[in-house]
């Protein structure tokens, strides 16, 4: 009689743990199903573009690539001049982004009083909600005046440097390359800035505090232990900002002026990828709208190199790190 109940227990085990085994493999499936989705998204947008602008990629070949004409009424495309801007403004953003974002970030770890620390930190998480448009609008009509009336000085007092002197020499008109740079760098430094703080307050307390027992200084802790524990984080962080800085539209199309040159100074107008799509793509037709996508299916390809960059950069030092 006892036996009974026993197996009784034991079937309604075994159909318990048949249950969760086929559940198991239902949400295996949905999440692969979900991991998919985003492999297709993804292949799907670059085949799209891919598509849309096969008729100059195909037609024009290595000319569209490296010419820098741009000119709707004779059909002549050439993607140099936005890629070139696209590229010098995402340069600039960073130069003066990260050293900020990472000086900011070690000011409220490590520095900053308890009281200060949620207000600026509330205060950066703020300015990465602002929308791109907002820093267009204030980079137009606030920002663009105080460049016109700072250029002069800054060709009277860098202009002379040689090498570097021809980045600085062009009319103050505002518009251009640097000015664009510098509201990019201030519309990813909240982004690189919230990572890096984030991954700095990870680091262990009893690592930073056996270091400054040791008589090590704030720099000498910065530099030998949270660095060092956090480096790939930061890295991420750097090129996640980097990512948005390519990508960027409105801000960028407000502020840089739109000239199709290549030009050695920062000074004078330009464009990039997204703002000549931004601009054109309502009224283009035909070889003009092949054209756009293909510069779109572009910056799929630098922003996926980037990317991978990122990746292999990260790779290599995890694999340093475990040595």
């Given at each position: 009689m006892s036996s009974i109940p026993a197996t009784i227990a034991t079937e309604?085990?075994?159909?318990?743990?048949?249950?969760?085994?086929?559940?198991?493999?239902?949400?295996?499936?949905?999440?692969?199903?979900?991991?998919?989705?985003?492999?297709?998204?993804?292949?799907?947008?670059?085949?799209?573009t891919l598509w849309g602008?096969?008729?100059?990629?195909?037609?024009?070949?290595?000319?569209?690539?490296?010419?820098?004409?741009?000119?709707?009424?004779?059909?002549?495309?050439?993607?140099?001049?936005?890629?070139?801007?696209t590229l010098v403004t995402s340069l600039i953003a960073l130069i003066l982004a990260v050293p900020t974002a990472f000086g900011?970030?070690?000011f409220l770890t490590e520095i900053a009083p308890a009281w200060l620390r949620g207000p600026v930190a509330m205060a950066i998480e703020l300015l990465a909600s602002i929308p791109?448009?907002?820093?267009?609008?204030?980079?137009?009509?606030?920002?663009?005046?105080?460049?016109?009336?700072?250029?002069?000085?800054?060709?009277?007092?860098?202009?002379?440097?040689?090498?570097?002197?021809?980045l600085f020499q062009g009319p103050p008109i505002g518009l251009g390359l640097l000015t664009a740079g510098i509201?990019?760098?201030?519309?990813?430094?909240?982004?690189?800035?919230?990572?890096?703080?984030e991954v700095f307050q990870t680091v262990p307390n009893r690592l930073k505090e056996s270091s400054y027992a040791l008589g090590s200084t704030t720099w000498e802790v910065v530099w030998d232990i949270v660095l060092p524990y956090t480096r790939s984080a930061v890295i991420g962080g750097i090129f996640l900002g980097l990512g948005r800085a390519l990508g960027e539209t409105m801000a960028v199309t407000f502020v840089l002026g739109n000239a199709y040159d290549i030009t050695?100074?920062?000074?004078?107008?330009?464009?990039?990828?997204?703002?000549?799509?931004?601009?054109?793509?309502?009224?283009?037709?035909?070889?003009?709208?092949?054209?756009?996508?293909?510069?779109?299916f572009l910056l799929f390809v630098v922003t996926f190199v980037v990317l991978l960059v990122s990746r292999l950069m990260l790779r290599q030092l995890a694999r340093r790190e475990g040595a």
């Amino acid at each position: 009689m006892s036996s009974i109940p026993a197996t009784i227990a034991t079937e309604n085990a075994d159909r318990r743990s048949r249950v969760d085994a086929r559940h198991d493999v239902w949400f295996r499936r949905l999440l692969k199903v979900c991991a998919l989705l985003v492999l297709a998204a993804l292949l799907g947008a670059a085949l799209s573009t891919l598509w849309g602008g096969r008729e100059v990629l195909l037609g024009h070949g290595l000319h569209f690539l490296t010419s820098d004409a741009w000119n709707p009424v004779t059909n002549d495309y050439g993607a140099w001049a936005p890629i070139f801007g696209t590229l010098v403004t995402s340069l600039i953003a960073l130069i003066l982004a990260v050293p900020t974002a990472f000086g900011i970030a070690l000011f409220l770890t490590e520095i900053a009083p308890a009281w200060l620390r949620g207000p600026v930190a509330m205060a950066i998480e703020l300015l990465a909600s602002i929308p791109s448009i907002i820093y267009g609008m204030w980079g137009l009509f606030v920002f663009v005046p105080f460049m016109a009336s700072i250029e002069p000085g800054l060709s009277e007092m860098l202009g002379r440097i040689p090498l570097f002197g021809k980045l600085f020499q062009g009319p103050p008109i505002g518009l251009g390359l640097l000015t664009a740079g510098i509201v990019l760098a201030v519309m990813i430094l909240p982004f690189i800035c919230s990572v890096m703080r984030e991954v700095f307050q990870t680091v262990p307390n009893r690592l930073k505090e056996s270091s400054y027992a040791l008589g090590s200084t704030t720099w000498e802790v910065v530099w030998d232990i949270v660095l060092p524990y956090t480096r790939s984080a930061v890295i991420g962080g750097i090129f996640l900002g980097l990512g948005r800085a390519l990508g960027e539209t409105m801000a960028v199309t407000f502020v840089l002026g739109n000239a199709y040159d290549i030009t050695a100074s920062l000074l004078m107008p330009g464009t990039s990828i997204s703002s000549s799509i931004a601009n054109e793509f309502n009224e283009a037709v035909g070889t003009h709208r092949s054209a756009l996508i293909a510069l779109g299916f572009l910056l799929f390809v630098v922003t996926f190199v980037v990317l991978l960059v990122s990746r292999l950069m990260l790779r290599q030092l995890a694999r340093r790190e475990g040595a």
